[in-house]
């Protein structure tokens, strides 16, 4: 996995934590976006990390 991924992983990973410490219903794939949304030219990676997180949390 390249730094890329790995950086929006733990990007994705830490939005989930910060929402569910606050109580903010955001899901997955809003926060996916949301990061597509402002780095358009990582949107490869962003999805690679989306995919990751999707499949450690469905184990």
Same mark, same amino acid.
């Given at each position: 996995?390249?730094?890329?991924?790995?950086?929006?992983? /733990?990007? =994705?990973?830490?939005? $989930?934590?910060?929402?569910?410490? *606050?109580?903010?219903?955001?899901?997955? /794939?809003? =926060?996916?976006?949301? $990061?597509?949304?402002?780095?358009? *030219?990582?949107q490869r990676d962003i999805c690679q990390?989306?995919?990751?997180?999707?499949?450690?949390?469905?184990?």
């Open positions: 996995m390249s730094k890329e991924i790995i950086n929006f992983v /733990e990007k =994705i990973q830490g939005q $989930l934590m910060l929402d569910l410490a *606050t109580g903010n219903k955001t899901s997955l /794939e809003t =926060i996916a976006n949301n $990061l597509i949304a402002r780095h358009r *030219t990582n990390a989306y995919e990751v997180v999707k499949h450690s949390l469905l184990g």
